[in-house]
């Protein structure tokens, strides 16, 4: 059973990702979704049973049977998260500058070079759900201001507008975004606007978290003294968002805004650098029950502390489901292992899926999964006659340049998709900036664990600023270079698809050679894709 069911872990994803995309417009009442709820559950577990009774030869009924079940889970669990939207109005503002609307802060405030930003839930007098609201709080210079905290009671005097639409359909579609997200208003706020009515303060282990957090920026704070260089550490480390506009868009158009978002780079480095320590310790029970449990530990309490972002939770789940497979003695497979951490995801947020970091750390996963080791061993084919003393740095070099095309083949349609930009230099940067950012987080990571001997840690700080500092003008550098930002109309999303379908028939014809069916596959491919655009 735990082979034929393993296989089918992909696919089944798949139809619960269709499921959950079709129904992503569709809102209804609690009382509806609670019926969708009991009619999937009982219809899942009658196709489950069914699908068990069927023979080989009706393998194929079997995955129909499947496909049906993943489909209807998946819309499901997007009807039930699309309830907060049963009483949202489209036509007007919920509130408006006659009457004080009371709401609570849900999220801890994000520091942001002119404002903060902070998302709140209305408290409504009939009791009613409804979405949460975006409030940018601008900042003072002359005067200081309380920012609210999370629990914190507002009662504000001032329009709650929606989301409004993009201008143009070539710019972002945030309320698109933020509709994915549950959050439907938003509202622009002075220092005169709102008054904290009850102060307070969610007292969770989430806020302890967030103590923690802070507690760890300020050792960063200290020892990256510059502005740039404490909000570049700070973003690569615990993923904190203090960078001015300037910082953000030279990493962006020198191709290396991905350094500045705590992923499976981050989590990894604490994985290993937990692996070798406590390697140290020679006892098999250690070595098979204490070790597994206090790297968990520590990968969920690095998770929590950089903000559950979507591509460090999927790292977290499946550097989890590996280190539990090794303590049971059991084989991981990368595919079904990232797929499970997926599921996982849809799970607990079923909105998920239009988020762009979720989409963009899978498909960096399965880039890699996919097309980089066809890539690297066709690049280092010229240098395999070479002794390894020589060979190690062209190695090195071709296996960043292999990652890093093998990311973008998947990467490139998603971005034209959402920004309509391309980075020409996107490989120099990675040469450079991938081994920088990698010292970075190893002296980062040190220099938090070894802060309480502040001899060491001085020593530590000081490098770790250096290197901060060189990665710093690095990207400045290559940001100065001409051309460094392709910019194009936005693509459709027709053409992303196509050009998926096209990457996988690729795929196939690397593992099965250039067979005709092959060929032909990736023919019909290329014709429907001209059609489609050469039709009006």
Not at 23 to 31: E, F, R, Y
Not at 166 to 194: A, M, R, T, V
Not at 232 to 259: M, P, Q, W, Y
Request: proline fraction near 4%; charge should be positive.
């Amino acid at each position: 059973m735990y082979r034929h069911l393993m296989p089918a872990l992909p696919k089944f994803v798949i139809t619960v990702i269709l499921g959950n995309a079709i129904c992503n417009s569709l809102i209804v009442d609690d009382i509806t979704a609670t019926c969708c709820v009991t009619s999937t559950l009982m219809t899942t577990v009658l196709l489950c049973r069914l699908a068990n009774a069927l023979t080989y030869k009706l393998r194929m009924l079997t995955g129909l049977l499947m496909a049906i079940a993943g489909i209807s889970l998946g819309a499901c669990l997007q009807l039930c998260d699309n309830t907060l939207f049963a009483n949202y109005s489209y036509e007007q503002d919920v509130y408006n500058e006659n009457c004080y609307a009371i709401m609570k802060v849900v999220s801890e405030p994000e520091n942001r070079e002119k404002n903060y930003r902070l998302q709140c839930s209305l408290i409504d007098k009939e009791a009613k759900k409804l979405p949460k609201v975006i409030v940018y709080l601008k900042k003072n210079n002359e005067d200081s201001i309380y920012v609210p905290q999370q629990g914190n009671i507002l009662a504000i005097k001032k329009t709650i507008r929606k989301i409004p639409p993009p201008k143009s359909d070539n710019d972002f579609n945030y309320k698109k975004y933020c509709f994915n997200n549950n959050i439907g208003y938003i509202s622009y706020l002075n220092k005169d606007d709102y008054m904290i009515i009850d102060s307070a303060k969610t007292d969770n282990i989430m806020t302890k978290i967030y103590v923690l957090r802070d507690k760890l920026a300020s050792v960063l704070q200290k020892h990256a003294p510059g502005d740039i260089e404490s909000s570049i550490a700070k973003a690569i480390l615990l993923g904190v968002n203090e960078l001015s506009d300037e910082t953000r868009a030279s990493f962006s158009s020198s191709g290396a805004i991905h350094v500045l978002c705590v992923s499976g780079l981050h989590v990894s480095t604490i994985y290993l650098l937990l692996g070798y320590l406590l390697a140290l310790v020679k006892n098999k029970w250690f070595t098979g029950f204490c070790a597994p449990v206090i790297i968990l530990c520590f990968l969920w309490m690095y998770a929590a502390v950089t903000g559950f972002s979507p591509s460090v939770s999927r790292a977290a789940f499946m550097l989890s489901f590996i280190v539990i497979g090794n303590a049971c003695k059991r084989k991981t497979n990368i595919i079904n292992t990232l797929c499970g951490s997926a599921l996982l995801l849809i799970f607990i947020n079923p909105d998920i899926i239009f988020n762009i970091g979720f989409q963009l750390s899978y498909a960096a996963v399965l880039g890699i999964v996919l097309f980089q080791t066809p890539i690297n061993n066709f690049m280092i084919k010229p240098f395999s006659k070479m002794k390894k003393l020589y060979a190690w740095l062209p190695a090195k070099i071709i296996g960043i340049i292999s990652v890093s095309v093998a990311v973008q083949l998947l990467l490139s349609p998603i971005l034209l998709y959402y920004f309509g930009s391309f980075s020409n230099y996107f490989l120099l940067t990675n040469i450079i900036v991938i081994p920088l950012a990698s010292v970075i987080i190893y002296l980062g990571v040190s220099l938090l664990i070894l802060s309480p001997l502040p001899l060491i840690a001085d020593v530590t700080g000081q490098l770790f600023y250096g290197f901060v500092r060189l990665l710093n003008n690095a990207v400045k550098a290559v940001e100065s270079i001409p051309n460094s930002v392709s910019m194009v109309n936005k693509i459709d999303f027709m053409i992303v698809l196509f050009c998926f379908v096209f990457l996988i028939i690729f795929k196939l014809i690397l593992n099965s050679g250039m067979t005709i069916k092959n060929i032909n596959a990736a023919l019909t491919c290329i014709c429907l894709l001209l059609v489609y655009l050469l039709i009006p």
